[in-house]
């Protein structure tokens, strides 16, 4: 089985709203802990960012309409 390598895009920012990571889409806890957590909870974590990161994507488009 692969490693999980880390999502990081190299654009941290912290959405103000959402306290995600714009670039990758976690947590501060999960950015920070990341090397600490095994395959099984990075995988976990992986599988969440897509929706994470669309909401976002979502969020800045409503915003900016109103």
């Given at each position: 089985m692969r490693v999980v390598?880390?999502?990081?895009?190299?654009?941290?920012?912290i959405d103000p709203a959402t306290r995600l990571c714009a670039?990758?889409?976690?947590t501060l806890d999960e950015i920070g802990n990341w090397m600490r957590y095994d395959d099984a909870k990075r995988r976990?974590?992986?599988a969440?960012?897509?929706?994470?990161l669309a909401a976002m994507e979502r969020g800045r488009h409503e915003?900016?309409?109103s």
């Open positions: 390598v880390s999502p990081c895009t190299r654009f941290c920012t670039g990758c889409g976690r976990l974590i992986m969440k960012l897509p929706d994470r915003e900016a309409r």
